[in-house]
């Protein structure tokens, strides 16, 4: 027993989640079955409480003219009771007149049948198929006879009997029952307009301490969501009832002017009947249509009347819902098209023709209340007119399922209301990190991301023939051929080259040449091969979340080929805006890196710019780099070697006063250093030294000077030069016997200088007299036969 007792609070908790299904179906079906019985008590209270809607306006209106709750509730209610007897009385009227001429429209329609059957075509086809038809009921009814009448003829002996007339009156109704008759079917609407009324005094009466007392019973103590929640549904509802009621004026007025002016009549009585018809969803028009069609056929001997008002009604539907609606609430109510059909059944079976009004504002409260209660979030769901997929998540979900022709239908939608960068920024790139994050969870397996990536490939080209044919189509000028001057390069897998796709189709539309290659181009035999004339920007798409690595390696292949291209890294699985992608960048030792393509693109248009300004820069072959490699593994230059090259570039930096000298080597292994700052400028001067300045040099295999970098255009936006606090670069390269650049020697200051023809000269003399002196392994006594005093540097 008490292992038992021990035992039963661990069970306990799990109960409420496993049956809370059950006892939300439970509830619900309760309630339906609570309303259904208490309908009687129920409807009036509805319909009070959405006249006290539309009253409320009126009794805060009175009531900052300082007049008394009491009489500004009694003065609204009693003029909402004159509006409707008003509108009763009208009405009523209307229908006696009506009843009045019936007499007369019933000869004008039975004129019109005739006519019907006389001029038909074919000589008379309904009086030739109406005469068939009654003599085929008199061969039934005779055969009837017949089959009847032997067995009479038999039992009277063959004589035939006059039938007796037999008449049953009712008696004569007495007094109580002729009243009861008549004031009976009077009595339920009585009592529902008494019980309305009263209804309505009291919630605008008590309005206020009503609020608080259903926030009370429905918050269960989150007073914030009970709150958003009376708020939200009194807004919807009093927004739908107010712009519902200004459509239906504007849809019954002028259809009771234009049947007046036709002929029609009666038409004030269908003028209002259209007005309050209306309210009820998509049938209320037609309904409110049949009265004053048949009228037209019973008034007018002809058919034009008839037309006319056929056509009066089409042309005050198209109007009311293209026009009117739109403007006025549009889809104010949050409900779709197919749950107010299906509320208008529902409510009409709950509580019969007061419900088929009642539908759309109490369903409008149904939809509030699952938006704030988790039990009931399935009605928001089902009924409300909201997406319950965001863009993303509908983009992928078409993706995933292979769905070209969807996922096609939904992007150029999306074009033809924003750009096509706006379409990738904000739907194409994040449907693809919903794969890719699948991917991390092992939730999708390799043939879904292949599937997910090929069919967002082809999205792109489909969306990019479509911008194209309407550019095309407003004349205006086609995208010009362009030198493929920026490479999209995938990082790793199928979504990365899905993403680079997208890049390369904005920057193309914008005039800018992009070619779009495979991750297989960033393996190490493939970069070597990689033909990089011409570009001007790499940029390197990733939506895994730690791409340093795989970055890092790329770049330093690509920055010796080629210093000047810019690189760029799309970390796709990133939050646009936030401060890692500086750290990023500066563990990447990439020129930027972004999470917003719009960002990309519009820094790597400005770099084009700049490219085109500065004309072409150079690079090194795939095969030159490898000669080069090879050249200065052949000098056997080994740590020892390398270090004994520190006191010579000391020696440069003294014999032009500048306070940094260094000696680069293709390999990119740390190079060796001279400088007369402290300690810490040389670390910072030292740490990742991968210079576009030195590359620049190597692969133009010339000399290279800049006295002011901040104003060179090939260097003035290349963070790794002026993070460092370079200010005057001049390099000279250093060229073995055969030819071969295998590194450069050059001078650095943190101040802008001038640097003359005589100190370039003395700089190009040092590197080859360095370079001597390495091939001859005589590094210790490069310098001796230069005499340093003939050198004088310039301040």
Same mark, same amino acid.
């Given at each position: 027993?008490?292992?038992?007792?021990?035992?039963s609070p661990?069970r306990t908790?799990a109960?409420?989640?496993?049956?809370?299904?059950?006892?939300?179906?439970?509830s619900?079906v309760?309630?339906?079955?609570?309303?259904?019985?208490?309908r009687?008590?129920?409807?009036?209270?509805?319909?009070?409480?959405?006249?006290?809607?539309?009253?409320t306006?009126l009794?805060?209106?009175?009531?900052?003219?300082k007049v008394?709750?009491?009489?500004?509730?009694l003065?609204?209610?009693?003029?909402?009771f004159i +509006?409707?007897?008003?509108?009763a009385l009208i +009405?009523?009227?209307?229908?006696?007149?009506?009843?009045?001429?019936?007499?007369?429209?019933?000869?004008?329609?039975?004129?019109?049948?005739?006519?019907l059957?006389?001029?038909?075509p074919?000589?008379?086809?309904?009086d030739?198929?109406?005469?068939?038809?009654?003599?085929?009921?008199?061969?039934?009814s005779g055969?009837?006879?017949? %089959?009847?009448?032997?067995p009479s003829?038999l039992?009277?002996?063959g004589?035939?009997q006059?039938?007796v007339?037999?008449?049953m009156?009712?008696?004569?109704p007495?007094?109580l029952?002729?009243?009861?008759?008549?004031?009976?079917?009077?009595?339920?609407?009585?009592?529902?307009?008494?019980?309305?009324v009263?209804?309505?005094?009291?919630?605008?009466l008590?309005?206020? =301490?009503l609020?608080?007392?259903?926030?009370?019973?429905?918050?269960?103590?989150?007073?914030?969501? %009970?709150?958003?929640?009376?708020?939200d549904?009194? %807004?919807?509802v009093s927004?739908?009832l107010?712009?519902?009621l200004?459509?239906?004026?504007?849809y019954?007025?002028?259809?009771?002017?234009?049947?007046?002016f036709?002929g029609?009549p009666?038409?004030?009585l269908?003028?209002?009947l259209?007005?309050?018809?209306?309210?009820?969803?998509?049938?209320?028009?037609?309904?409110?249509?049949?009265?004053?069609?048949?009228?037209?056929?019973?008034?007018?001997?002809?058919?034009?009347?008839?037309?006319w008002?056929?056509?009066l009604?089409?042309?005050?539907?198209?109007?009311?819902?293209?026009?009117?609606?739109?403007?006025?609430?549009?889809?104010?109510?949050?409900?779709?098209?197919?749950?107010?059909?299906i509320? !208008?059944?529902?409510?009409?079976?709950?509580?019969?023709?007061?419900?088929?009004f009642?539908a759309?504002?109490?369903?409008?409260?149904?939809v509030?209340?699952?938006r704030?209660v988790p039990?009931?979030?399935?009605?928001? *769901?089902?009924?409300?007119?909201?997406p319950?997929l965001?863009?993303?998540?509908?983009?992928?979900?078409?993706?995933?399922a292979?769905?070209l022709?969807e996922?096609?239908?939904?992007?150029?939608n999306?074009?033809?209301e924003?750009t096509?960068?706006?379409?990738?920024?904000?739907?194409?790139i994040p449907?693809?990190?919903?794969a890719?994050?699948d991917?991390?969870?092992s939730?999708?397996?390799?043939?879904?991301?292949?599937? +997910?990536?090929d069919?967002?490939?082809?999205?792109?080209?489909e *969306?990019?023939?479509?911008?194209?044919?309407?550019?095309?189509?407003a004349?205006?000028?086609?995208?010009?051929a362009?030198?493929?001057?920026v490479?999209c390069?995938?990082?790793?897998?199928?979504?990365?080259h899905?993403?680079a796709?997208?890049?390369?189709?904005?920057?193309?539309?914008?005039?800018?040449?992009?070619?779009v290659?495979?991750?297989?181009?960033v393996?190490?035999?493939?970069l070597?091969?990689?033909?990089?004339?011409?570009?001007d920007?790499?940029?390197?798409?990733?939506?895994?979340?730690q791409?340093q690595?795989?970055?890092?390696y790329?770049?330093?292949?690509?920055?010796?080929?080629?210093?000047?291209?810019?690189?760029?890294v799309c970390?796709?699985?990133?939050?646009?805006g $936030? =401060?890692q992608t500086?750290?990023?960048?500066s563990q990447?030792?990439a020129?930027?890196?972004?999470a917003?393509?719009k960002?990309?693109?519009?820094?790597?248009?400005?770099?084009?710019?700049?490219?085109?300004?500065?004309?072409e820069?150079?690079?090194?072959?795939?095969?030159?780099?490898q !000669?080069q490699?090879?050249a200065?593994?052949?000098?056997g230059? &080994?740590?020892?070697?390398?270090?004994?090259? &520190?006191?010579e570039?000391r020696k440069?930096?003294?014999?032009?006063g500048?306070?940094?000298?260094?000696?680069?080597?293709?390999d990119d292994?740390q190079?060796?250093?001279?400088d007369?700052?402290?300690?810490?400028?040389?670390?910072g001067?030292q740490?990742?030294?991968?210079s576009?300045?030195?590359?620049?040099?190597?692969?133009?295999e010339d000399?290279? +000077?800049?006295?002011?970098?901040?104003?060179?255009?090939?260097?003035a936006?290349?963070h790794?030069?002026?993070?460092?606090?370079?200010?005057?670069?001049?390099?000279a390269?250093?060229?073995?016997?055969?030819?071969h650049v295998?590194?450069c020697?050059?001078?650095?200051? $943190?101040?802008?200088?001038?640097?003359? &023809?005589?100190?370039?000269?003395?700089?190009?003399?040092?590197?080859?007299?360095?370079?001597?002196?390495?091939?001859?392994?005589e590094t $210790?006594t490069?310098?001796?036969s230069?005499?340093?005093?003939?050198?004088?540097p310039?301040?």
């Amino acid at each position: 027993m008490a292992e038992l007792a021990s035992a039963s609070p661990q069970r306990t908790p799990a109960m409420p989640a496993a049956s809370s299904p059950m006892l939300t179906a439970g509830s619900i079906v309760l309630a339906i079955g609570g309303l259904y019985l208490g309908r009687e008590i129920f409807v009036p209270f509805a319909l009070a409480i959405l006249l006290s809607f539309v009253l409320t306006p009126l009794v805060n209106w009175l009531r900052r003219w300082k007049v008394p709750r009491i009489a500004a509730v009694l003065i609204a209610v009693s003029m909402a009771f004159i +509006v409707v007897t008003g509108i009763a009385l009208i +009405v009523g009227r209307q229908l006696v007149q009506l009843a009045s001429n019936l007499p007369n429209y019933q000869t004008t329609i039975t004129e019109k049948i005739h006519s019907l059957q006389t001029s038909a075509p074919g000589g008379g086809v309904v009086d030739a198929v109406t005469t068939t038809m009654q003599d085929l009921g008199r061969e039934l009814s005779g055969d009837e006879k017949k %089959s009847g009448a032997a067995p009479s003829r038999l039992g009277a002996g063959g004589q035939n009997q006059e039938p007796v007339t037999v008449r049953m009156e009712p008696p004569q109704p007495r007094p109580l029952e002729l009243i009861r008759s008549v004031i009976g079917p009077l009595l339920a609407p009585l009592a529902t307009s008494g019980l309305v009324v009263i209804f309505v005094i009291f919630v605008l009466l008590e309005r206020e =301490d009503l609020r608080d007392r259903f926030i009370k019973l429905a918050g269960a103590g989150d007073l914030q969501k %009970s709150t958003q929640a009376i708020n939200d549904a009194a %807004s919807r509802v009093s927004r739908y009832l107010l712009m519902q009621l200004v459509v239906n004026l504007t849809y019954g007025v002028p259809i009771g002017v234009a049947l007046y002016f036709v002929g029609v009549p009666n038409a004030i009585l269908w003028g209002l009947l259209a007005a309050v018809l209306r309210f009820i969803p998509y049938l209320g028009p037609f309904l409110a249509a049949i009265f004053p069609v048949a009228l037209a056929i019973a008034v007018d001997p002809g058919w034009t009347m008839l037309f006319w008002v056929v056509g009066l009604f089409l042309t005050a539907e198209l109007i009311s819902n293209n026009v009117i609606e739109p403007w006025l609430y549009g889809s104010s109510t949050g409900l779709s098209s197919l749950a107010i059909i299906i509320a !208008a059944i529902f409510w009409t079976m709950l509580w019969g023709p007061v419900g088929l009004f009642l539908a759309t504002p109490l369903t409008v409260c149904l939809v509030v209340i699952g938006r704030y209660v988790p039990q009931l979030e399935f009605l928001g *769901v089902l009924l409300g007119s909201d997406p319950v997929l965001a863009p993303e998540e509908q983009l992928y979900q078409r993706l995933l399922a292979g769905n070209l022709e969807e996922a096609v239908e939904f992007a150029e939608n999306y074009v033809d209301e924003c750009t096509s960068c706006e379409l990738y920024d904000n739907v194409g790139i994040p449907a693809l990190r919903l794969a890719e994050n699948d991917r991390q969870r092992s939730s999708i397996d390799t043939n879904y991301r292949r599937l +997910v990536a090929d069919t967002a490939i082809s999205v792109v080209r489909e *969306v990019d023939d479509h911008i194209r044919e309407k550019a095309s189509s407003a004349e205006e000028p086609n995208h010009m051929a362009q030198r493929p001057c920026v490479l999209c390069l995938a990082g790793r897998t199928e979504l990365d080259h899905a993403a680079a796709e997208m890049l390369a189709q904005v920057l193309q539309e914008r005039n800018i040449g992009a070619k779009v290659l495979p991750p297989i181009v960033v393996s190490r035999g493939a970069l070597e091969q990689l033909d990089l004339q011409g570009v001007d920007v790499v940029c390197l798409s990733y939506f895994h979340q730690q791409p340093q690595v795989y970055a890092r390696y790329v770049f330093r292949r690509l920055r010796r080929r080629a210093p000047h291209v810019k690189l760029i890294v799309c970390c796709w699985n990133l939050i646009a805006g $936030t =401060d890692q992608t500086e750290e990023l960048k500066s563990q990447m030792a990439a020129h930027a890196v972004f999470a917003s393509l719009k960002a990309c693109t519009e820094q790597v248009e400005a770099w084009i710019g700049r490219a085109a300004a500065r004309g072409e820069a150079p690079q090194i072959t795939a095969g030159a780099e490898q !000669a080069q490699l090879a050249a200065l593994r052949g000098l056997g230059l &080994d740590t020892a070697k390398r270090q004994a090259l &520190d006191e010579e570039s000391r020696k440069v930096a003294q014999a032009f006063g500048v306070p940094i000298a260094l000696v680069s080597f293709v390999d990119d292994i740390q190079p060796s250093i001279s400088d007369s700052r402290p300690q810490e400028v040389q670390a910072g001067l030292q740490g990742n030294h991968e210079s576009p300045l030195d590359a620049h040099v190597i692969a133009a295999e010339d000399m290279l +000077v800049s006295e002011d970098v901040t104003e060179d255009p090939r260097f003035a936006d290349d963070h790794r030069v002026l993070e460092r606090g370079i200010r005057f670069y001049a390099g000279a390269p250093l060229k073995t016997t055969s030819g071969h650049v295998v590194g450069c020697l050059c001078v650095i200051d $943190t101040q802008p200088r001038e640097f003359v &023809d005589r100190d370039r000269h003395r700089l190009l003399d040092m590197a080859n007299q360095l370079m001597v002196a390495i091939q001859s392994n005589e590094t $210790t006594t490069v310098f001796s036969s230069v005499r340093m005093q003939e050198v004088h540097p310039t301040a």
